[in-house]
């Protein structure tokens, strides 16, 4: 039995040797390989240096094949001058979700010389993220200093990982462009990263955006969209940080541009920003929906989608007023103070917000005439679908844009109000519905925890 382990242990032995032997030999290859390959590679010092161009031309010479595209000069070499993203002019988009930066986005991209595309969600994010990072105190800072990482380091690899993800996701153009709500909480960086970048921010009557966002079910972030009032004072925060950004930028840099007048007078507004853009004006500016399809990409998942593949209308202006509860409507002044700022009045609970132009008031028409020409099925318009289909049945239904009450919300009389074809309705708004308007922009009747469901 001794003798039987003794041969084993001799055996064992003798295996593990030769493991150790191999695994020698191996590592010392390697170790040679590596060092004839940094010999052959150094550059002699009796040799003239050359320069990043030269040398990626050189190996573009030895190993890509003659009229292969799968070898970008221009994505290598960042200096030159049309790749840039320090000399090629970039435009941002941003604002509170629901204030119409997908439209915006979509009258840029129906532009010749501009290129948006869809929501990229991670430029946000890698921004805040940035932002994390130079936070003073944090443990990762700490960390970063230590593996000798600057600020500095850090916001030129976000920058190039920006432009990569911008001109990637596109087709090249002129003046690239980027709609994600949240950027314009960056402007500042931004502007260091790229600094032929401008910035359009976009303002929405706060009452209208809080409606919108819990009508179309939009998710943003943690909030609680069912709640009315959060969401306002959520916009105030939002658009004041914003705003104050936009403003240390200067007007040459950053505007601000309100929903309610792109869609009301459009032509105006978009010769303006085309000023601002430094690009010649466009009539496909004001027609985007012709481009559908083509120069304007629409994203299946995207809650604007179905909307803003329509002709600029007006659709959306009111369909707040009537639908949010006097408990709320009375709070809005506290809740967002900035909207005074922007020339929304908080104790005017049916607003005039000016006059359409000949061109939507035929858009207008031309929706009601037909409709099936600029409907699209998108992923979250059915889930909205089926969320609507779930809930139980609302009996009260008022749209104020098909009764004669939008003439009193722009305060206008009824013989001055522009022919929409037939669009508003002749008739009286019946006088239960009046009276339950009446009665809850009185406070007689309180309304629920989210604000809605009135009367």
Same mark, same amino acid.
């Given at each position: ?33 590596? !060092? ?69 986005? !979509? ?101 209208? !955006? ?246």
């Amino acid at each position: 039995f001794n003798s039987l382990l003794i041969r084993r242990k001799s055996d064992v032995m003798f295996r593990t040797c030769r493991r150790s032997q191999l695994a020698i030999v191996l590592t010392g290859g390697v170790v040679l390989f590596t !060092v004839y390959a940094i010999l052959q590679t150094q550059i002699r010092p009796d040799e003239p240096s050359i320069g990043r161009r030269q040398l990626t031309e050189e190996i573009a010479r030895h190993y890509v094949p003659e009229g292969s595209t799968r070898f970008d000069l221009t994505a290598w070499d960042l200096d030159e001058e049309e790749k840039s993203s320090a000399t090629h002019p970039v435009v941002f988009v941003g604002g509170f979700p629901r204030s119409g930066t997908t439209l915006m986005r !979509v009258i840029l991209d129906a532009h010749s010389e501009i290129r948006c595309g869809e929501e990229t969600h991670v430029i946000p994010v890698i921004l805040d993220y940035l932002r994390f990072l130079n936070m003073t105190g944090t443990p990762l800072k700490k960390r970063l200093q230590n593996a000798r990482i600057s600020a500095d380091l850090m916001r030129t690899a976000v920058s190039k990982f920006i432009w990569e993800i911008i001109t990637g996701h596109g087709e090249p153009a002129d003046v690239l462009c980027n709609k994600d709500p949240f950027t314009l909480n960056h402007v500042d960086v931004l502007k260091q990263m790229f600094p032929k970048s401008k910035f359009i921010l976009m303002i929405r009557d706060p009452r209208a !955006v809080a409606y919108s966002v819990h009508e179309r079910a939009v998710k943003i972030g943690g909030m609680d969209t069912s709640d009315l009032s959060a969401t306002i004072s959520k916009w105030n925060g939002v658009i004041t940080g914003m705003s104050r950004k936009c403003q240390a930028a200067g007007q040459d840099t950053c505007i601000h541009v309100k929903y309610e007048d792109l869609v009301l007078q459009p032509t105006a507004q978009t010769k303006r920003i085309a000023k601002f853009l430094g690009v010649p004006w466009e009539t496909m500016m004001i027609h985007h929906e012709h481009g559908i399809g083509k120069e304007v990409k629409l994203s299946l998942l995207e809650p604007s989608s179905d909307q803003v593949a329509k002709p600029i209308n007006v659709d959306g202006l009111y369909k707040w007023v009537g639908r949010i509860s006097a408990s709320v409507l009375r709070t809005v002044g506290e809740l967002a103070p900035i909207m005074i700022r922007f020339g929304y009045d908080p104790d005017d609970y049916s607003p005039s917000y000016g006059i359409p132009e000949d061109s939507v008031v035929r858009n207008m028409k031309t929706l009601r005439d037909h409709p099936e020409n600029y409907t699209i099925d998108t992923i979250f318009l059915e889930k909205l679908k089926h969320r609507q289909r779930a809930k139980p049945e609302n009996n009260f239904s008022y749209d104020p844009m098909s009764s004669l009450d939008i003439q009193r919300a722009v305060n206008m009389p009824e013989d001055k109000w522009p022919d929409f074809g037939g669009m508003v309705d002749a008739k009286p708004m019946p006088r239960y519905v009046a009276k339950k308007i009446r009665n809850a922009n009185n406070g007689d009747r309180k309304g629920s925890k989210s604000g809605l469901k009135l009367p």
